[in-house]
DNA sequence: GTCTATAGTTTGATAGAC
DNA sequence: GTCTATCAAACTATAGAC
């Protein structure tokens, strides 16, 4: 609370007028850091085109959001590892569930035999799990600078979906 | 450190006799609950077999793995989300060289004509990332505890790198 | 709406007796 | 090797003046 009172140019004290409390601070910031950063995603997913295209465009943009803001992706996975089970319910109906529809509508259509609901959190996972181990990658045998480029991630997974549903 | 002594009983004060400070307790604690964990992962990468077959134990004994100990999976998330770089090198040198060493090898068998460093990241975002996400995944559409199900996820994870990549 | 001042807890770590 | 007692610092939150 001190830092972020100093951050924002007032007292400690000042900052409890605005919010009530830690807690409550704490909930408006991830709604506001949150908010608006899945319209891109559910954008790409319901484009035009075919199966495999809107999947290389909805990698594509995923990969470029979390790429672009470590601190938001950084938050995401704090609140997978530590959020209670209100606010995760709350992340999931306000956050979540329009691109992850979206998604599961995409799985459908690009594998109609498998369970939609894996294949979408596969997909997401395939990103995300690149930048997660970004620091500790750089310690294992081929890790270079390359592996997290946006570009060569995205290029590396869409490539991997593609061969496992693509009718391509 | 109250907690810690108070589950092993004795006191805070007797805690700083085994244990210089707070940081080194955890070093040791963090050692000790990586032990060993990676020995059946490796195994199974280095058992005789088809690349497929291999490539089906490894996902079946890193989702058993995953699945029966949840706090160590969180721990492994916490310090790839909070671990400073002295520590993830330390991780990445003592626990993590040998399986994904082992991965990488399996990945250039199995798909010879990508990167393996991506391919062996990606089979272990795949497991892992269907675990992180469980206490969310109960609000989205789709998800059931059959999710959640070690062996639903490793079928799942293995069908998708077969098709992939296999021969079959 | 912001300030100073402070209450009330909790924390990591130490001193010194046994 | 464990204890009691305690310190110093940091924390969330509140009281009350302006």
New interface residues.
Partial sequence: MRDIAGAVGITQAALYHHYADKQSLYLAAMGHAFSDKAVGITEALQSKGTPTERLERFISSFTRLMASDPDFR?LL??E??D?D?SR??L???QA??EP??AM?ELARDLAPD?????????M???V???F??A???Q??????KR?NDPK??AK??T???S???GTA
Same sequence: chains 1, 2.
């Avoid at 498998?114 to 959190?121: E, N, Q, S």
């Avoid at 310690?139 to 270079?144: K, Q």
């Fill in positions: 950084a996975q704090r997978l590892l959020g089970e995760l319910q992340l999931a109906e979540f569930l992850f529809q599961t498998c369970d939609a609901h894996l294949v979408a959190i596969s997401a996972g395939l995300l799990f690149h997660e181990t620091p500790v990658r310690f294992l045998p081929g890790g270079t592996h060569v991630v590396h997974v490539q991997l979906l061969r496992a549903f």
